[in-house]
């Protein structure tokens, strides 16, 4: 976890300075801030466009009684592209777009989901299953043959005591 932290918040930021310092000799310096400006302008629209989208889905899915886990995963991963559009970088730009396809974002989505199991108080269940669906109740059952009274008040009294 610490390497990935590391490589997040140290490497990744390094190799981002570097790369505009060489794309502003090649390019100048005015027009690669122009690009990374514009890249952030743009991905923004379109982060904000695709997110009315992902919002309308994950009311539907509500509205027909299902948990809107993929509708949740896809637009935390649209919040993750805005977030790195945002963020000054080549790099950052690139994964940020890619994560802007909606069906590579969803394949994302259904991959991290295909990863996770919810606990509920009646099991464990997989995302985007409603409990409607369940018609097995699982539980555990002794058959007694003596009256069934009796044990109850035989088993107070012995409380009592």
């Avoid at 970088?89 to 199991?117: H, M």
């Amino acid at each position: 976890m610490a390497g990935k932290l590391l490589i997040a918040f140290v490497v990744v930021p390094i190799i981002e300075l570097w790369l505009l310092i060489e794309i502003g000799r090649q390019i100048g310096a005015l027009t690669t801030i122009v690009i990374v400006i514009l890249t952030a302008i743009l991905g923004s629209q379109l982060v904000r466009r695709q997110g009315i989208s992902v919002m309308q889905r994950i009311q539907s899915t509500q509205a027909r009684g299902e948990v809107p886990a993929l509708p949740m995963v896809n637009g935390a991963a649209l919040l993750m592209a805005g977030l790195m559009l945002l963020t000054p970088g080549f790099i950052t730009d690139i994964c940020g777009f890619i994560l802007l396809i909606p069906k590579l974002r969803e394949r994302i989505a259904r991959y991290l989901l295909s990863r996770v199991v919810i606990a509920t108080p009646f099991g464990f269940k997989k995302p985007g299953r409603s409990n409607d669906d369940d018609d097995v109740i699982e539980g555990d059952y002794e058959r007694r043959k003596d009256n069934t009274r009796a044990n109850l008040r035989n088993s107070h009294d012995r409380r009592k005591r």
